[in-house]
């Protein structure tokens, strides 16, 4: 609780309306600033912290009933003690749903690995799958396989984590 705190979300808030082509430039000047071109760390670091994380944790921790920090601070539990065996397990579900989101948004990124990458054997899968395809010539064999190689991770993720997608959904909406 500070002053200013909902207009700041707010503000925060209102960046979800503006479009991703606005920050193309600043972000790439940031990686060029910061070495990151043709790295890998260039092109996921970017995607770690958004705006749309922010607001998607911030309602989840909303809907955690008070009752549960203040049982935890009687029985003697400090500030972290309650974040983390308390607020932390219970949010879980939806810190592996924002993970898949995350994930699935970066792993099907193109422009920004296209900008970033400029070395071939660093090019990552759709920018990859793009350059398989001519003006005139589509090699299908190799776009279709690599389709499938690109299709595999993002079902092994959801499979391992899917449990935890359907808890956090069941836990939508629920207030004390």
């Known amino acids: 609780e500070f ?26 000047l940031t990686i060029a600033a910061l070495g990151w071109l043709n790295t890998y760390q260039g092109v996921f ?18 809907s955690i009933p008070r009752e549960l920090e203040e049982a935890a601070f009687i029985d003697g539990a400090g500030p972290f003690t309650t974040f983390f065996r308390v607020v932390m397990p219970l949010a879980r ?4 749903t924002l993970g898949i989101i995350t994930f699935l948004g970066s792993w099907n990124d193109f422009l920004w690995p296209l900008l970033i990458m400029s070395e071939r054997q660093m090019k990552t899968l759709p920018v990859g799958l793009a350059e398989l395809q001519g003006a005139y010539v589509f090699e ?6 690599g389709a499938v190689i690109a299709a595999v991770p993002v079902l092994i993720l959801y499979l391992f984590l899917q449990r935890y997608i359907v808890q956090s959904v069941a836990m939508t909406g629920l207030k004390g």
């Open 93 to 96: 579900p939806a810190m592996a």
């Open 45 to 62: 670091v970017p995607g770690l912290a958004g705006v749309f994380g922010v607001f998607f944790l911030r309602q989840f921790f909303q």
């Open 3 to 28: 002053p200013g705190r909902d207009v700041l979300f707010g503000l925060l808030l209102a960046t979800l309306f503006l479009p991703g082509m606005m920050f193309l430039v600043p972000n790439f």
């Open 140 to 145: 299908y064999g190799p776009l279709m396989a």
